[in-house]
């Protein structure tokens, strides 16, 4: 609970101003001596230890480059990113990254100077382990651990004065398919999430246990607020600014009616009827928003199944992602009993309360006179508008708007309370009624465990449709909640697009919803995720993985949809090959040992399938880690070199494509010299000095501004009233203004004044 | 003068005069905010030490009060907290999580504002008692002297495995209004028998 009672505490505008001036570093903190916390990444970015525990100087980034290879569903993304030291000593920097949810990370490699290392997995405590040790022998050693389900971190040692390192991760992600177009998103901005909001908590918990053991930054609980977003950095901040470039080979597997991207301008080459190379029409754009790529098939060469495979040690994994026909069911608009819930906790203000009350007021108005309602507010307390749900008729109707409008976001967020509350069914027999809670948050749960025990528990014919809103809601708990809540998650992040954006919720709300999903999987077939299959809303596809013995028999896929029963049957023979759904099975298995967690699995069995998994399949998890080391010690013993090389080795096959061109080698150059304050703040740790946990503790600011902030304030207002004070003599002289002007004015003016 | 310009002086007034008072409002909320935490940490402190169990000061805060620094000399007492997250030392001084606990070897290095709960330090003098009261009990001290230090090189290096010390730590210039990076240490030495 402590960390949801901190949430609250911080989402307050109020402190949060405060908080502000809590140091003696002011609000210009980053500007003044260009340290960041972890928390306030932004997005990928190598942070170099500084001499304050918990605190990093950004490295100059230089170049990013994205390849990514679609075939049908399955996506192999490869980031290469390039980094340069920019001082003149040793260092050891910390890389953090965000990637798409169930991205499947398996490879990592790094070029450090001429070095080149590969990572291999390891137990999450041996890997760091192994990292400490050679990064204390002087030898160039990289690490890359799970930090949050979204958010990587890498650890880089022993990086030589001026030198560049490359750092590559590739990764296994699937498309998404919603109302039959193709998307995949690559996140270029871990959004205000990181930064100290109230999502900062709940991934932190749960991951806590072993973060506690393992964390580089001991001290992580102390991550200040932020100050200053990176990005508005003083020291050219277009410089620091990631430039990415995107290389995208796409072979969709049916013939293409459209190549779209609501994020960036697009350039399509080598256009064939399934295929397209598609790059950007700006070259390199900032990582200032996430890229969204769609593609959308033509309408009668849209496939309803698509079925992939790939064998890995003698065993066959499967990919298939199924259509469902559209039933249309006419007239049989089923009531509704809504419990709608608005989060109005600090956090929410300003925009998001009003893109909240907005996307809630829409969902009133489509309301039918015979459903039921109720709206529930909570921050730190919690209001229920009606006793029970009522009737939603135009009186009550008006009462909840008004409710709703006058909603202003302030306090905490005590979320179970109302969670609980919202499923408190009275009825929970009248199976002929559909009841519908929707949690409009942008997800700063605290206590996720409690949360999904009291969804596990209690969610009975509720289904829970949670709606994420602004621009960082934490998307990887509501996507879960709404899963066990066997509802969807919408994702309202415009304040333009309510409306727009709402009609998926609406969808999936009033459309009837394909029940009883289940698959028949042929002898030898086994451990198919997910599992259980949710329920298909509205434009949703079946996406399951499995694993199989042979490649024979039949898959059969049934569901019921209002009363009817749909059933579809694919032959296994017929999956094409294709690499990558290996790792896509090995991720959702373990992301189905998470889940297990919340409906009674112990936690030891969850620990162990998910490090079984995990070091099969190579992949970066909770428990697993990524780490590299090269063989031959780097940095001299002893003696620090005075010289500043920049070093571009690259082995072979590393296609980093425009990247390494010569532009990208001037921008290198050009970010050689840091502002002496920032270069002051670097701290060789762990490399030539003595480590810090053994030298001098550190202080903390010991002043608040409160007294210059008070005397600028009063200034404001006494210069504020002076002017008033001239302006009412002005005023109050009016008459005799304009005597100036013309004499019969004058006459009558004077007169009237006498 | 035109009408015109009237109203628009007037109104950047009025705009001086809103802005004024907000920020002066904003200044003000920070020594407030310290006096008011500090209030409603004692009675925490008072329950806890009824109940035996760490009591939170406000429903949402995500600390209990640590210890109580008493400075007869000075007439004060205040509580501090275990550092926790950054903001802690809005609402008290903070002890800080790297260092030791008052009492036990090492230095324990209490942290906060010099223009809030530590302005006082200026008038404390070698020689003058500073009692530490925490749930494993009470620990007399007397100052040593004091430093300037710079926040980077405080020389101050908490598990030395040295007799018992606390360390006072508070902006430096005392009465600087701007920050800095010096900081003002003063030292005290577990007093014998305490």
């Not at chain 1, 590969?118 to 204390?136: F, L, M, S, V």
């Not at chain 1, 290389?247 to 991207?261: N, P, Q, T």
């Not at chain 1, 998926?504 to 028949?520: G, S, W």
């Not at chain 2, 009060?65 to 926790?84: E, I, M």
């Amino acid at each position: 609970m402590s960390t949801l009672a901190s949430h609250g505490l911080r989402t307050r505008p109020a402190l949060a101003g405060a908080l502000l001036a809590a140091t003696c570093l002011t609000p210009a903190a980053y500007a003044q001596d260009g340290t960041v916390s972890k928390s306030e990444v932004s997005s990928g970015s190598l942070l170099l230890q500084s001499s304050t525990p918990g605190r990093y100087v950004e490295a100059p980034l230089v170049a990013a480059d994205v390849k990514m290879d679609i075939a049908g569903p399955v996506i192999r993304t490869r980031l290469t990113q390039r980094f340069t030291n920019p001082t003149d000593k040793w260092v050891e920097g910390v890389y953090a990254f965000p990637l798409p949810e169930d991205a499947a990370v398996d490879t990592l490699k790094i070029v450090i100077g001429d070095r080149f290392i590969e990572g291999d997995i390891k137990e999450r405590q041996e890997a760091r382990i192994i990292y400490a040790e050679a990064a204390a022998n002087g030898q160039r050693a990289g690490l890359v651990e799970e930090e949050r389900p979204n958010l990587f971190t890498t650890s880089l040692a022993n990086i030589g004065p001026g030198e560049t390192v490359a750092i590559q991760i590739e990764y296994q992600d699937k498309a998404r398919l919603d109302n039959g177009v193709w998307s995949t998103r690559f996140p270029l901005v871990i959004a205000p999430r990181y930064s100290p909001k109230p999502t900062f908590g709940p991934t932190a918990d749960r991951t806590s246990r072993i973060l506690a053991v393992n964390d580089p930054v001991p001290d992580r609980d102390r991550i200040t607020p932020p100050v200053l977003h990176p990005a508005h950095e003083p020291s050219g901040a277009e410089g620091l600014r990631l430039p990415v470039s995107f290389d995208i080979a796409l072979e969709s597997g049916f013939r293409l009616a459209d190549i779209s991207s609501r994020s960036h301008g697009l350039i399509v080459t080598e256009a064939d009827a399934d295929s397209a190379r598609i790059k950007l029409q700006d070259g390199e754009v900032p990582a200032d928003r996430d890229f969204i790529l769609s593609w959308k098939p033509e309408p009668a060469a849209a496939p309803t199944a698509s079925l992939f495979r790939e064998e890995r040690n003698g065993e066959d994994y499967l990919l298939a992602v199924v259509n469902p026909p559209v039933l249309r069911v006419e007239g049989q608009r089923r009531d509704r009993e809504t419990i709608f819930v608005i989060d109005n906790s600090g956090s929410m203000s300003g925009e998001s309360m009003d893109q909240a009350k907005q996307g809630l007021l829409l969902a009133l108005d489509r309301l039918a006179p015979t459903d039921e309602f109720n709206v529930i507010r909570f921050d730190d307390t919690m209001d229920m508008l009606f006793t029970t749900a009522v009737a939603a008729n135009a009186q009550n109707l008006a009462r909840a708007k008004r409710f709703v409008s006058n909603l202003q976001a302030n306090g905490g967020t005590e979320m179970l309370p109302a969670l609980r509350a919202a499923l408190v069914d009275n009825d929970r027999s009248n199976a002929e009624e559909v009841r519908q809670v929707v949690f409009i948050t942008d997800g700063a749960i605290g206590n996720e465990d409690e949360l999904f025990s009291a969804l596990t528990g209690g969610l009975g014919r509720s289904r829970l449709f949670t709606v994420g809103i602004g621009s960082a809601p934490n998307a990887y708990f509501m996507t879960r909640a709404a899963r066990q809540g066997r509802g969807t998650f919408t994702y309202m992040d415009d304040v333009t697009k309510v409306a727009e954006q709402s009609a998926k919720l609406f969808a999936a709300l009033e459309n009837p919803v394909m029940t009883d999903l289940a698959v028949k999987l042929p002898d030898g077939a086994a451990d198919a995720y997910p599992s259980p299959l949710p329920d298909l809303y509205a434009g949703e596809p079946v996406t399951l993985v499995l694993r199989t013995a042979d490649l024979k028999g039949d898959l059969t896929l049934s569901g019921k949809l209002n009363g009817r029963t749909w059933t579809q049957t694919f032959s296994l023979s017929e999956a094409a090959a294709t690499k990558g759904v290996a790792q896509l099975w090995g991720r959702a298995k373990i992301a189905g040992f998470e889940e297990s967690r919340y409906s009674g699995m112990s936690l030891e069995d969850v620990d162990k399938g998910v490090l079984r998994t995990a070091l099969d399949f190579h992949l970066v998890s909770r428990l697993t880690s990524l780490v590299a080391v090269d063989k031959t010690p780097a940095r001299p013993a002893g003696e620090r070199p005075d010289t500043r090389q920049i070093a571009t080795m690259l082995p072979k096959g590393w296609d980093f494509g425009a990247v390494f061109g010569p532009e990208a080698e001037a921008r290198a150059l050009r970010f050689d010299h840091l502002p002496d304050t920032v270069m002051q703040n670097i701290n060789a740790r762990a490399m030539q000095e003595k480590p810090p946990a053994e030298s001098n503790l550190a202080l903390p600011g010991a002043a608040t501004t409160w007294e210059l902030m008070l005397a600028f304030g009063l200034g404001l207002i006494a210069f504020g009233a002076a002017l008033l004070r001239r302006g009412r003599i002005l005023i109050g002289s009016r008459g005799l203004a304009p005597a100036s002007v013309g004499p019969s004015s004058t006459a009558s003016s004077v007169r009237s004044r006498r | 003068m035109k009408p015109t310009d009237i109203s628009t002086r007037s109104l950047s007034a009025l705009a001086l005069l809103v802005a004024g008072a907000l920020i002066a409002a904003q200044a003000l909320y920070i020594p407030a905010k310290a006096q008011v935490a500090q209030v409603l940490m004692s009675s925490a402190w008072e329950r806890q030490l009824s109940t035996g169990d760490p009591a939170r000061p406000w429903p949402w805060a995500d600390f209990s009060p640590t210890a109580r620094l008493s400075f007869p000399a000075q007439n004060k007492t205040v509580l501090a907290l275990t550092d926790a997250a950054g903001e802690s030392l809005a609402f008290g001084p903070t002890l800080m999580a790297a260092s030791a606990r008052p009492g036990e070897r090492g230095v324990a290095v209490f942290a906060a504002h010099r223009d809030t709960h530590f302005a006082f330090l200026k008038d404390v003098k070698p020689g003058d008692t500073v009692t530490i009261e925490t749930t494993d009990g009470r620990h007399t001290f007397s100052v040593t002297g004091s430093d300037i230090v710079r926040w980077d090189d405080s020389n101050i290096v908490p598990h030395d495995n040295g007799p018992p010390r606390i360390a006072l730590v508070t902006c430096w210039p005392l009465e600087a209004k701007t920050p800095g990076p010096m900081r003002y240490v003063v030292w005290a030495g577990l007093r014998e028998g305490g």
